[in-house]
T-cell receptor, first 112, second 117 residues
Framework: AQSVSQHNHHVILSEAASLELGCNYSYGGTVNLFWYVQYPGQHLQLLLKYFSGDPLVKGIKGFEAEFIKSKFSFNLRKPSVQWSDTAEYFCAVRGSQGNLIFGKGTKLSVKP | ETGVTQTPRHLVMGMTNKKSLKCEQHLGHNAMYWYKQSAKKPLELMFVYNFKEQTENNSVPSRFSPECPNSSHLFLHLHTLQPEDSALYLC????????????????FGPGTRLLVL
């Protein structure tokens, strides 16, 4: 069965620290990969996505993710986090029925 | 962000009640989805409506009944729910093409937080 694994449940960083959130998926076919973010009190928003092409994908607010096929990974990165990045981050892969299969999410807390 | 709206935002119901959740998308999309987000569990797909036809029900209990009267509206009818059905119910929509199916980004609503007593 298709699945997504996010390694960290809760990450706490100080402002200006670098961020890397891990995501691994299990799916043997062509993959569409996504990172969604949910800010406190707000709905899920797309951060970035990978369908094909350049495996290094740039998203909004300075985030990027790298698709490494050999490692089945799609880790999210940001060189310098801000307090406003405090949110929950969800990695997802598109399933065979068009649905999104999500990981459990990683809560990021950025200390000012 | 008003692309996908959901009402009500919060709902408390007893196990014998009947209620409905409503989702409306203003993006001109042709596919809509219901997801369930429970505490400490990944979001789970419940239903997919693509071109107004239900294409996936993912073994959801019959106490959940979806309805898609047109491509802009999606309902989730609830009856005789159990306390373990308490969760955040999220609606999403996307624009899918018949030839390049399931290639587009899904946009989510704010969710309805449901508490079953």
């Amino acid at each position: 069965a298709q699945s997504v694994s996010q390694h960290n449940h809760h990450v706490i960083l100080s402002e200006a620290a670098s961020l890397e959130l891990g995501c691994n998926y299990s799916y043997g076919g062509t993959v569409n990969l996504f990172w969604y973010v949910q800010y406190p009190g707000q709905h899920l928003q797309l951060l970035l996505k990978y369908f094909s092409g350049d495996p290094l994908v740039k998203g909004i607010k300075g985030f990027e993710a790298e698709f490494i096929k050999s490692k089945f990974s799609f880790n999210l990165r940001k060189p310098s986090v801000q307090w406003s990045d405090t949110a929950e981050y969800f990695c997802a892969v598109r399933g065979s029925q068009g649905n999104l299969i999500f990981g459990k999410g990683t809560k990021l807390s950025v200390k000012p | 962000e008003t692309g996908v709206t959901q009402t009500p935002r919060h709902l408390v119901m007893g196990m014998t009640n009947k209620k409905s959740l409503k989702c409306e998308q203003h993006l001109g999309h042709n596919a809509m989805y219901w997801y369930k987000q429970s505490a400490k569990k990944p979001l789970e797909l419940m239903f997919v409506y693509n071109f107004k036809e239900q294409t996936e029900n993912n073994s959801v209990p019959s106490r959940f009944s979806p309805e898609c009267p047109n491509s802009s509206h999606l309902f989730l009818h609830l009856h005789t729910l159990q306390p373990e059905d308490s969760a955040l119910y999220l609606c999403a929509s996307s624009q899918e093409s018949r030839s390049d199916k399931y290639q587009e980004t899904q946009y989510f609503g704010p969710g309805t937080r449901l508490l079953v007593l």
